[in-house]
């Protein structure tokens, strides 16, 4: 009997050994991460077109308080296209009309609310 529980005994403990992984001390029967489904992180959510494009881009030169003075430069939604188009073009990103709206619905969005 006592030869049959130190084989027993050894058994579990070389199964234990192999089916271990780096840096896990828990046994195999109790380690939990084997019995249940990792958690599922929510995919990050992705930020859109127009402000990629304008922190990529237009924050180089200006910080967001060029937005908020004072003294705007626009009064609409066309100035605020007008703008977006002439400095692509300055900066030659060549960007397409796409794009140039995407910046300016994500400035107006964010700062102006023109209704169109």
């Not at 070389?14 to 840096?23: H, L, M, N």
């Not at 030169?61 to 605020?80: F, M, P, Q, Y």
């Not at 188009?85 to 030659?92: G, L, P, Q």
Request: hydrophobic letters at 35%.
């Amino acid at each position: 009997m006592k030869k049959t529980l130190l084989i027993y005994t050894l058994l579990v403990s070389i199964s234990a050994v192999v089916t271990a992984t780096p840096g896990d001390t828990a046994s195999p029967a109790k380690n939990p991460s084997l019995d249940s489904k990792p958690e599922k992180k929510p995919p990050a959510k992705a930020m859109p077109r127009g402000q990629l494009l304008y922190q990529n881009h237009c924050m180089v030169c200006h910080e967001s308080n060029v937005h908020i003075r004072d003294r705007k430069k626009v009064g609409s939604l066309a100035d605020i296209t007008m703008w977006v188009s002439k400095w692509s073009d300055y900066r030659k990103l060549d960007w397409s009309t796409d794009e140039i709206r995407a910046v300016r619905d994500y400035l107006n969005q964010t700062y102006y609310h023109f209704t169109e």
